[in-house]
């Protein structure tokens, strides 16, 4: 596992009408009304944590996503900073870090930063790290039920993980902080290691092909032909 972690949540103005559509098809991608991560050491310190909220000036919530999170318009007003900045901070926890980045639900995340990093101008580091979801990893405990094999929510995780419910969901920064502590207990518990993350699919930008997690392997790969290539010239004279 990395060296740090970066545990990302995002809450949003609603939902991809088509998950495979280009991050430049703007009608079909929500907006990230607030964003939070947490980083954390791979032995569980945490390092940092931040938390915003992202101007609405080019979008509408939907009513049934101001239901479910509470973020309204004049709140966003009130207290939201321009998208540009609130994504820069992350690119540069990104980069700082190159951390493992874990959410719970990371696909609906994933793309959310994506389209956020596209929609601010920046290039989008997420696309070069390895990510993990918690969500994905709790389908395990379903495995003899009769419920479709979704995975737990958050809530249902921890619920099932500390004997608790969460004090408040559907907050990035508290939902952020319970992936945290639901993916470091499933790590000491033995229900996650290094060959279980390394097994999910990677996710990629709709459209693209997606082969970073082997990146590694083939650059290693590589390396080894070519000391073998040198060992080969050394061996002639």
Request: glycine content about 6%; proline content about 6%.
């Amino acid at each position: 596992m990395r060296e740090y972690l970066l545990f990302v949540d995002t809450e949003t103005s609603g939902i991809p009408q088509d998950w495979n559509k280009p991050y430049s098809s703007r009608d079909n991608w929500p907006h990230i009304a607030q964003l939070a991560w947490v980083v954390y050491t791979r032995d569980g310190q945490e390092v940092k944590a931040e938390n915003h909220y992202i101007l609405s000036s080019d979008y509408d919530m939907s009513p049934a996503s101001a239901t479910i999170h509470g973020i309204t318009p004049e709140f966003l007003r009130e207290h939201g900073k321009p998208r540009h900045e609130v994504m820069r901070r992350l690119y540069d926890d990104l980069l700082q870090y190159q951390p493992l980045v874990v959410a719970h639900f990371m696909q609906l995340d994933y793309h959310m930063m994506g389209v956020g990093f596209y929609r601010a101008g920046l290039d989008n580091p997420v696309s070069e790290l390895p990510t993990f979801c918690t969500m994905l990893t709790s389908a395990r405990f379903l495995q003899y039920s009769t419920q479709p094999k979704r995975g737990l929510r958050l809530n249902e995780l921890h619920q099932r993980l500390f004997g608790e419910p969460m004090a408040r969901e559907h907050d990035a920064l508290t939902d952020a902080y319970a992936t945290a502590r639901c993916f470091f207990a499933l790590w000491q518990r033995g229900d996650i290691d290094e060959q279980i993350i390394m097994a999910q699919r990677p996710l990629g930008e709709p459209g693209k092909t997606v082969s970073r997690r082997w990146r590694p392997s083939l650059t290693h790969f590589i390396v080894v032909l070519a000391l073998a290539a040198l060992v080969a010239l050394l061996l002639l004279f």
